[in-house]
């Protein structure tokens, strides 16, 4: 008699249970798809990055690459992109030490600048990397076809690798931070491979887009021989791309509302807020020093 009342309380117990627990996951899911307008706009900052690695180095083959006149040195064309690591290092540094600080001081918020404000100023900087990695290249190929096709320093280069780096040091924090905030609490590991799935995204959609120009221009843009080519071509219209990129950010950055603390306002002390803030920012640092940049 005791197992045939205990049985049906249990199954309604279950019964009640099923329900809420399918609107948490539902909801989870909609926080997630939330997410998919920023994600989308943080492919191109990649695609950026990945001219650092392929068609730069290219272009420091075909340049003076000793360190003075005269000199029987060269520096190695793959080695060039120190720079860019070096400007990595120097401005999550700088914003570690001076900016963060004195963001948090005009804002009134730990973390300074928000997570969407890092992103969007990795993205105006890869824009202004591609614009001046476009003159460099029109200056490169205008001498070496120009009289005595002198090869101009590759150290020409150095300031595109700076502002790339420069980007990734805001974007790339940026985008984490984003992720992992901003994702449901039982997602935050799904929430990083977004992160992930961006670089891989970008490195995809720069071999489309070499492929697309290349079977438009009929060749005539991108060329084993740079000199023959317009790279600088290919350059601006990344930039272009990237302004288009940028201002679709814009939209979507200012639409966004970002996840409310887990404490209700009602109760949630005056600081909780900002430990929240502070415990999350916490958490990206250590995400960040155990990956790779």
Request: proline share 4%.
């Amino acid at each position: 008699m005791e197992a045939d009342l205990s049985a049906p309380a249990g199954k309604q117990q279950q019964q009640a249970s099923a329900p809420a627990s399918t609107v948490t996951e539902v909801e989870e899911v909609k926080m997630v798809v939330k997410l998919l307008p920023i994600w989308s706009t943080c492919i191109l900052f990649w695609t950026v990055y990945s001219q650092m690695t392929t068609f730069s180095v290219e272009q420091a083959t075909r340049m003076d690459r000793h360190l003075r006149p005269g000199s029987s040195f060269a520096v190695p064309a793959g080695s060039l992109s120190v720079f860019l690591f070096i400007s990595i290092l120097l401005f999550t540094s700088l914003n570690e030490r001076l900016l963060v600080p004195l963001a948090a001081r005009l804002t009134g918020r730990p973390q300074g600048l928000t997570s969407l404000q890092r992103v969007g100023t990795g993205l105006a900087l890869s824009v202004a990397a591609m614009a001046v990695s476009a003159l460099v290249e029109k200056k490169r190929r205008d001498a070496s076809n120009g009289p005595g096709h002198v090869a101009i320093s590759a150290f020409w280069l150095v300031p595109q690798f700076f502002l790339v780096g420069a980007g990734e040091a805001f974007a790339y924090v940026g985008q984490l931070e984003f992720f992992i905030r901003e994702a449901p609490e039982r997602m935050k590991s799904m929430s990083t491979g977004l992160f992930l799935v961006t670089l891989s995204m970008g490195f995809f959609l720069s071999s489309f887009l070499v492929f697309a120009v290349d079977a438009v221009t009929g060749g005539a843009w991108i060329r084993n021989n740079l000199d023959r080519g317009r790279l600088d071509l290919f350059y601006w219209m990344l930039a272009v791309l990237g302004v288009a990129n940028f201002a679709v950010f814009i939209v979507f950055a200012r639409r966004h509302q970002y996840k409310a603390s887990n404490l209700p306002a009602a109760v949630a002390p005056d600081g909780a807020a900002r430990k929240k803030e502070t415990d999350d920012f916490v958490a990206v640092a250590e995400a960040v020093e155990g990956m790779d940049v």
